[in-house]
Nanobody, 125 residues
Framework: QVQLVESGGGLVQAGDSLRLSCAAS????????MGWFRQAPGKEREFVAT????????YYTDSVKGRFTISRDNTKNTVYLQMNSLKPEDTAVYYC??????????????????WGQGTQVTVAS
């Protein structure tokens, strides 16, 4: 069992940066593949980025490649999403997700068992 708490969202201008954090409870954080998803009003939840439980492998949706970076600090049980060059179309509620283990790139919401409550990111044009 793991509990996830996101933070770091807010209102920014296009071109600005934000860093989202997701703090995980529990003592087995290193065993979890972590992901970030987002959901805009009226749209389905979509995959943003994932970092494998083994530590080194990351994967991004095409629309954020080169702008967003996912990372994890296992000493702090925290996963981050650094978002640069933000665009209005990045506006959404961002959710952190966790799945114990996992092989390959976990890009579907139903591949994750644990979710945070979400943090709002609004990018003004």
């Amino acid at each position: 069992q793991v509990q996830l708490v996101e933070s770091g969202g807010g209102l920014v201008q296009a071109g600005d940066s934000l860093r989202l954090s997701c703090a995980a409870s529990g003592r087995t954080f290193t065993s979890y593949t972590m992901g970030w998803f987002r959901q805009a009003p009226g749209k389905e939840r979509e995959f943003v980025a994932t970092i494998h439980w083994t530590g080194g492998s990351t994967y991004y949706t095409d629309s954020v490649k080169g702008r967003f970076t996912i990372s994890r600090d296992n000493t702090k049980n925290t996963v981050y999403l650094q978002m640069n060059s933000l665009k209005p179309e990045d506006t959404a509620v961002y959710y952190c997700a966790a799945e114990r283990g996992g092989w390959g790139n976990l890009v579907r919401p139903d591949e994750y068992d644990y979710w945070g409550q979400g943090t709002q990111v609004t990018v003004a044009s």
